[in-house]
């Protein structure tokens, strides 16, 4: 069982930028696809950022160019940057993660936002005011 806790949500103005990370419990397995996914009210939840096992990434184009998803495998985080923050980026913001081969596959043609990843954070609030 892999636990996900998200953190480094808050509230900033129209333009601000913040940093989420997400600590994930030790787990075995050499190739993963881990992401960001949001759910703002009201409105269904998408995928934002994604990173593969090889590092290769991928992103929602509502974020390109403004958010930035890496990871830290010696601390086994997961963070994403999110600069020129806007109001439609409220939600709260979600890390998953899965390892089974046709998701890690799919991971960095965005096909992980289509698929019911395995394991799942609690969410941190992001809430961007004009």
């Known amino acids: 069982q892999v636990q996900l806790v998200e953190s480094g949500g808050g509230s900033v103005q129209s333009g601000g930028s913040l940093r989420l990370s997400c600590a994930a419990s030790r787990y075995t397995y050499s190739r993963y696809c881990m992401g960001w996914f949001r759910q703002a009210p009201g409105k269904e939840r998408e995928g934002v950022a994604a990173?593969?096992?090889?590092?290769?990434?991928n992103y929602a184009d509502s974020v390109k160019g403004r958010f930035t998803i890496s990871r830290d495998n010696a601390k086994n985080t997961l963070y994403l940057q999110m600069n020129s923050l806007k109001p439609e980026d409220t939600a709260m913001y979600y890390c998953?993660?899965?390892?089974?081969?046709?998701?890690?596959?799919?991971?960095?043609?965005?096909?992980?936002?289509?698929?019911?990843?395995?394991?799942w954070g609690n969410g941190t609030l992001v809430t961007i005011s004009s």
């Open positions: 998953a993660a899965d390892f089974n081969p046709t998701v890690v596959a799919s991971c960095r043609s965005g096909g992980y936002a289509y698929f019911g990843m395995d394991y």
């Open positions: 990173i593969d096992s090889d590092g290769r990434t």
